[in-house]
Each structure stands twice: as C-alpha cells, then as structure tokens.
C-alpha cells in the first residue's frame, strides 16, 4: 500500500466504532430471560441465529400443538446471524459454480428449491411484518480483470445450456458501470431474481417475535453444555437448569456442536467489514446504484458490498482469517490491519468517494466447511438432527436447512432428504497443526491465483480434486 493510500485509508477508520452497525439499531429488542429450571418440550432447539430462529418458527407452522423450546447462549440474532453483510441468496450450494462442481446431476432441483425457499423468505417476511428493509434487487458478480470476464461468460453460457439463465443477464463494462459506477469494473452478471438485500440483524428480531407469538418458548443467555439420552427422549443441560425434549435440533454452527463427531467438519473462518457514514446526493449521484443491486468481485479473495436504505456503503471481505486450534474469541472480531486494508481496497474501486468516512467496522466468525455449503444429519438415533457448514452463504439457505432438519427428526422421506446434497458429508479438516498448515497454504494460493490470472497452482489442483477447500 502506497504512503498516501495508506494515510487516506487511516484517517477514513478514524472515527469507526469498533461493533457491527446492524446491532446497533434502536429497535433492538431486549433480553428474555435464561432458563432456571427444569423444562420438558416436544422439541428442542439450540441457537437462536438464524437456523434456530427458523427451524423454531417452520416447527410451529407444520404443527402448531407442538411445544417448542429454543436456548440461546447470549441473545438472539448476535453473532454471525446479525454481523453478516445482508445478502440473502437463493442459492443452496454457495453459487452456481460450486454447485455444479459437486452436484451436477442434482444442480436444476437444487437451484429450483433454491428459489423457491427464497421465495418462502419473502413471503415470511410480509405475512409475519418483518420489518427488515427486504429487498429482492440481485446481486452483480463483477469482473476486476479480463480472466473473470471470461470466466463469467462461461458460467453463463453453462447455466443457459441447462436452462438455468432465466435471471440473468450479462454486463459489458459500460453496461455494469451504468448500474455502478467504478473505474475497476470490467463487466458483471446480474442475478435479477436470485438474491435479496436487508438488515441481517432485524430480519433475525422479526423471525424471534414471530417464534414468541406463535407460542415458542425462548430462554436467552442460556448455553447449552452437554447433550445426553434421557430415557426415550433427550436432555440438555444448561448453567441453571435442564431441558429433557422428545427432538432436539442443534443450529450452533460455528461453535462447537454438542455432537463431538462433527467438530472436525468445520472451522471458524473470520471475516471483517466496515460501514460508510451516508452518501451526500452528489456522492450517491457519483457512483449511481438506483437500483441497489448487491455486489460481489470474481477474485479468490473477493470484497462484497452493497448499499443500504440510508446510503451508507457496507463493505466486506477480501481476508479470510483462521486462527491455530479453530477457537471462537471476542478479541478476533476487531482487526485493524484488516480494516486498513479494506479501506484502501474500497477506495480503489470508489476513488470518487475520496473523503468518505467509516462510521462502523467489525468482525465475527463463520462456519466454514470444505464444500462451501451446508451438510445435514442426524445423531442419537434420529432422535437429534443437525445443519451447519453453510460458510457465509447462510442468511437464505438457513431456512432450507431448517426443513431439512424437521424432515429428518419426523423420519420421512422428502424431495429435500433425497438429495445427494443432504445424504452426503464434506471431508473433515485434518487435526492440528495440519488444519493450520494447510489453510494457510491454501490461502497463499489463492492470492497467487489472484495475481496470476486466475492460474491454480498445483495445491489448489490437487484441493480441487479432493474436494478440498478453504472460503468465508
């Protein structure tokens, strides 16, 4: 990074306050309380981000004289479910080239329920009064070098050969900058239908007032420390009590499972962002997005960003950043030399927004699996059913993975537990120090890619063929 780069960069962060801006909204609701007793429930869900929140709410419409518990460790909606950048994707296979990747036979059912669960989202979202600035604008993938123009014709022309290119539509350079003004980009593929835009954090308070209301028993700032059989059914122990549930759905994801099996299918990947002070109308004006697209970038180590209702400007990724043993630690959300970063980044892509300044920057931990995306099972004889994995992509797919999970915990045999996708696991992460090791080289790669035309080396080769992978 340039001196002066650096030194506009710096004095942008200065007056950031160092927490995630969507948890900061005054509609906050407040704490229920924790759990102090014994309680006995048909069904018991653990984690109160979105899969809880979900599998929760769906448990009650599918029948709603079924007696749900939902825990929570601190409170709803705090972690990855209320951190991450408000895109919300009908895609269950953390993009159409992923997908097709590792399931081609399956991909047009896959994208299929993709959109209808989307759809579901959308329709949630007004028949409950979610009030989460829910807006089905798409998102524009966009190419910053001449590789990812090519690299999205391709994948366009794949997803028109198997009659998948209903939404989408091809950007020359002139085309994208005229959605969204930057001198970097090169061209795009806008996903019209396909992706939603809202306030992460609100969307996860509406979907804990619907639960409440349609009956949901919540206690918060109750973790649970241990899973065990409990005659027919099973318990859950928590600090000041127990809950004993005939079913027990475990939305934890990036904290540890209470299956122990399953640690090793997940990381903790840790991902930053940062949040503008609102546009002027002549800043707005200068970078155009009427129309409110999200965006992302083609690179390996890609930046996401997309506008909100008060035009400030969230944007987010590029690092990656996994720490030896896989722990989860408050002291990784805050990152300044990730931000400094991001704020250079930022206004490379935006130079006319010299002069705007950051009112936010924050970080938190995701789940990462090496598939990209969600894997499901059952533990406990079917009697305790799990979904996680779902590596950043998880603000739609959550709620697929919801149905999952109730399909399998009722024993029955549906168009989603037929899948491949659903009957298949990723390759677990290897032990320490090899995890370590491992991402680490794999993330070396990937900026070399970046810099050599998308060119994988030999690791990432040998990665592709295993299966192997590395994403936040």
Not at 390 to 395: A, D, K
Request: with cysteine; hydrophobic share 40%; proline share 5%.
């Amino acid at each position: 990074m340039a001196p002066v780069a650096m030194r506009l960069a710096a004095q942008s962060l200065s007056d950031a306050r160092p927490v995630p801006f969507w948890l900061e909204d005054p509609g906050k609701p407040g704490a229920l309380p924790a759990l102090t007793d014994t309680e006995n429930c048909d069904l018991l869900v653990v984690g109160g981000g979105y899969s809880g929140l979900w599998t929760a709410l769906l448990a009650k419409e599918r029948d709603p004289s079924r007696d749900v518990v939902l825990i929570e460790g601190h409170e709803a909606g705090w972690a990855a479910s209320g951190r991450n950048g408000g895109f919300c994707a009908a895609s269950l296979t953390h993009g159409f080239g992923n997908g097709l990747a590792r399931w081609p036979d399956e991909l047009g059912k896959l994208e299929q329920l993709g959109e209808a669960n989307l759809d579901a989202i959308e329709e949630a979202v007004a028949r409950y009064g979610i009030d989460c600035d829910f807006e089905r604008t798409g998102e524009i993938d966009v190419a910053t070098e001449p590789y990812q123009v090519e690299e999205l014709q391709e994948q366009y022309d794949e997803a028109d050969r198997r009659g998948l290119a209903g939404g989408l539509e091809l950007l020359d350079r002139d085309a994208v900058r005229a959605e969204v003004d930057s001198p970097t980009f090169l061209g795009g593929l806008w996903d019209r239908r396909g992706v939603a835009m809202l306030h992460p954090a609100k969307l996860a308070w509406g979907l804990k007032r619907a639960c409440l209301e349609a009956g949901v028993r919540i206690y918060e700032n109750t973790p649970a420390l241990d899973l065990l059989a409990v005659g027919p059914g099973m318990g859950v122990k928590t600090p000041y009590g127990r809950i004993v549930a005939r079913r027990v759905a475990l939305g934890t994801n990036v904290f540890p499972s209470l299956v122990k099996r399953l640690r090793h299918y997940t990381v903790p990947v840790y991902d930053y962002a940062l949040m503008t002070e609102p546009l002027s109308p002549e800043q707005l004006a200068s970078v155009g997005w009427k129309n409110r697209q999200g965006l992302g970038d083609s690179a390996n180590q890609f930046h996401y960003f997309r506008i909100t209702a008060d035009h400030r400007i969230l944007w987010g990724g590029y690092d990656a950043v996994y720490e030896f043993g896989g722990r989860v630690r408050s002291e990784m959300d805050q990152r300044p030399e990730t931000y400094l970063k991001l704020a250079e980044h930022f206004f490379r892509c935006f130079p006319q927004l010299e002069g705007l300044r950051f009112s936010h920057a924050w970080g938190g931990a995701i789940d990462t699996c090496s598939r990209f995306s969600a894997f499901f099972g059952t533990a406990h004889r079917g009697k305790v059913a799990y979904a996680a994995g779902f590596t950043g992509l998880g603000v739609g797919a959550t709620r697929f993975g919801a149905d999952v999970m109730l399909d399998l915990l009722a024993g029955e045999r549906t168009e989603r537990t037929e899948l491949e996708m659903v009957r298949s696991k990723p390759l677990p992460f290897p032990p320490e120090p090899l995890a370590w090791a491992g991402i680490g080289i794999t993330k070396w790669s990937l900026a070399r890619a970046d810099e050599r035309g998308g060119r994988r080396n030999l690791w990432l080769k040998a990665m592709d063929r295993m299966g192997l992978g590395f994403d936040s």
